[in-house]
Structure formats: C-alpha cells, structure tokens
C-alpha cells in the first residue's frame, strides 16, 4: 500500500504561480510513474502531466508551456509548478501513483484561481 500527501494548494490571483507537492510512502518511489489530475466542479477529472520513472514527461494541451511537472526521488516527492494560472485553471488536484499496473491516490488539493 502507498500513500500519497499532496499539500501546495490555495488561493492565487490569474497570472499567478503555484507549486504543488506530492509526497510518497514507500522505499520504491524511483520506480513509480507519478501523475497529476485535476477535477473542477461539474466536469470529469482530467489528466494534467505524468513524469514516468524514466524521467520521461506528457502533458495536458491545456497546461503545456505553463505546469512543469519534476520529482526529487531522493525525497520521494513529485512536483508540480504551475506558472501564469487562469480561471479555468481552478480545480482539486489530485496525484497517482502507478505501480505495477495498480493505481494510488491522493486525497487531493484545492486550487483557485481568482481575483
């Protein structure tokens, strides 16, 4: 069983940064993929980026050139810095980890975007 403990969430102005972290139980961390999700009010949850344990990213059309997705495995912690946040921006985010075909989650953090 891993855990996952996402903090780094609030309240920001658009145009503003954010960096989220997400950290994990476990002595195995450099071997999981980790993933960042978001699901804003009355839509489906949606990808947002994937570091695999390669070191490899992908990420959502709708963040790329803004989120940076990073993990310090030293630290078991995955990262995600997002840069010139918008409105649409504003959801709970929530990190996954995939280990061995099984999917963990977090308990999620809340972003908003607003003025």
């Known amino acids: 069983q891993v855990q996952l403990v996402e903090s780094g969430g609030g309240l920001v102005q658009p145009g503003g940064s954010l960096r989220l972290s997400c950290a994990a139980s476990?002595?195995?961390?450099?071997?999981?993929?980790m993933a960042w999700y978001r699901k804003a009010p009355g839509k489906q949850r949606e990808f947002v980026a994937v570091?695999?344990?390669?070191?490899?990213?992908n990420y959502a059309d709708s963040v790329k050139g803004r989120f940076t997705i990073s993990r310090d495995n030293a630290k078991n912690t995955v990262y995600l810095q997002m840069n010139s946040l918008k409105p649409e921006d504003t959801a709970v985010y929530y990190c996954?980890?995939?280990?061995?075909?099984?999917?963990?989650w977090g308990q999620g953090t809340q972003v908003t975007v607003s003025s």
């Open positions: 570091i695999r344990s390669t070191g490899s990213t």
């Open positions: 476990g002595n195995a961390f450099s071997f999981y993929d």
């Open positions: 996954k980890a995939v280990i061995s075909q099984y999917d963990y």
